[in-house]
């Protein structure tokens, strides 16, 4: 058994036997620190934490290894519940393309966007997917993320659709954190299908499906409800029959347009809704009284300069929060969840500790990971990461595109 003692931590974040699985408006201004603390693990399951003053010294030193964390903090790792990190290559010449003063929208009508992704999907095989996101998770596992969501969605054929799912099924046995997997070939409608979009839809419901269920392939099903997309009756006819499999909707929704799709979503006992750049006040009034996440991505609106969703608005309204980076070649090509926590104080207006908490213990919920991953407790065994020495908490949001994570233990 291999045992690791954290001992003269500055502060043991995110820890305690009572934090609820969801927090909500003022209750995530709320973080659980102990200060000069220490953490015992025993093969990556915490078995002891507390006060340095409280600590019983050591009476088995077989195994043991020390670590001296002066100056350090120690967290749980972050959670990134909303992910499309297995693609085919990048679209820098998108970026280039706004910087000329296209809009998302005029660039994919063009040509560019996700069906631009989609082909250069079904272009390269499975195994060279597979390399390509293996060399993507590791980076993001060095910036802290500890669980991660992957969706589907630049297949757009019964073929691809597959090939991205098994992609994710390889890499969850193998990339060394936990992953959930989401159906997501209602991204866009392929060009094929342009004139008979529900063609598509019969297609999706009749031929993907039953075979993503047959191999158990998803855990989520996600649909992108928006204009020139997916129609709010379009989204609840798939969700519907994904249902039929047990799948649970995780969507995208007013990233653009405020078109009922939360409402929709919320009736459809969706876990999360996400993106919320734009929100109407029946958005607000139907995730009330919903176990419904509301998921905000602020690095989409800060790479492809949308506005911002309102956090403020949601918190205020007493509603819970959770913050993912939407990691993809589009329109977030990073899945720094670090700078998400910047972004999230510096636009969003979310203190340090609500955007950590939106990152964590609301983050693990909107992927069904309330269980095992989001704070650190007795009996659990998800990641730990071990800070730089810095000189507060609110230093890793405010010293915002560093490095600040010194140590990842899995
Ligand atoms: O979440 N909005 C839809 N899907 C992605 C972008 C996809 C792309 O442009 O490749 C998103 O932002
Ligand atoms: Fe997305």
């Not at 669980?147 to 597959?162: F, Q, R, T």
């Not at 992609?167 to 209602?186: H, M, N, P, W, Y």
């Not at 500790?353 to 693990?364: D, G, K, P, S």
Request: charged share 25%; hydrophobic share 45%; aromatic share 8%.
């Amino acid at each position: 058994m291999k045992k690791i003692l954290i001992k003269n931590i500055k502060g043991l974040v995110q820890v305690g036997e009572n934090i609820p699985s969801v927090l909500k408006g003022a209750e995530m201004k709320v973080l659980p620190i102990i200060e000069n603390a220490f953490l015992a693990l025993e093969d990556g399951m915490v078995v002891a934490y507390g006060s340095m003053e409280d600590w019983g010294g050591i009476d088995d030193w077989r195994d043991l290894e020390i670590i001296d964390a002066d100056g350090r903090f120690v967290l749980p790792a972050f959670c990134d519940s909303h992910t499309h990190t297995v693609f085919a290559k990048s679209r820098e010449e998108e970026f280039v393309d706004r910087i000329n003063g296209l809009s998302y929208e005029e660039i994919a009508i063009k040509g560019g966007g996700i069906l631009n992704s989609a082909n250069r999907l079904n272009a390269i095989s499975e195994d060279e997917l597979f390399e390509q996101a293996s060399e993507r998770i590791k980076v993001l596992i060095s910036y802290g993320t500890g669980a991660l969501e992957i969706k589907s969605g630049y297949g757009l054929s019964v073929e691809s659709e597959l090939k991205m799912l098994r992609v994710i099924k390889r890499l969850k046995d193998s990339c060394g954190i936990e992953l959930k997997a989401t159906f997501l070939a209602a991204h866009a409608f392929p060009t094929a299908f342009k004139e008979n979009k529900q063609a598509y839809i019969d297609l999706i419901i009749q031929e993907m499906l039953p075979k993503v269920a047959e191999e158990k392939l998803a855990d989520f099903i996600d649909v992108f409800c928006e204009r020139n997309y997916f129609s709010v009756e379009q989204m609840e006819e798939i969700l519907l029959a994904g249902a039929k499999y047990g799948l649970v909707p995780k969507v995208h929704v007013n990233q653009f347009t405020a078109m009922g799709g939360i409402k929709k979503a919320v009736e459809l006992n969706a876990l999360t809704v996400d993106h919320l750049e734009e929100l109407s006040e029946e958005d607000i009034l139907a995730l009330k009284n919903s176990t419904c996440m509301p998921t905000i991505l602020p690095s989409c609106s800060f790479f492809i300069g949308i506005p911002y969703g309102n956090a403020r608005l949601l918190l205020d309204n007493g509603l819970p929060l959770a913050l993912a980076s939407d990691y993809n070649p589009g329109t977030t090509p990073s899945g720094n969840l670090n700078f998400v926590w910047s972004l999230a104080c510096i636009q969003l207006k979310m203190t340090p500790e609500e955007a950590f908490n939106a990152l964590t213990v609301n983050a693990a919920y909107a992927m069904g990971l309330s269980e095992s991953h989001g704070k650190i407790a007795l009996g659990r065994r998800s990641p730990i990461l071990i800070t730089k020495p810095i000189p507060s908490l609110a230093y890793m949001p405010y010293a915002f595109g560093d490095q600040h994570i010194e140590r990842i233990i899995a």
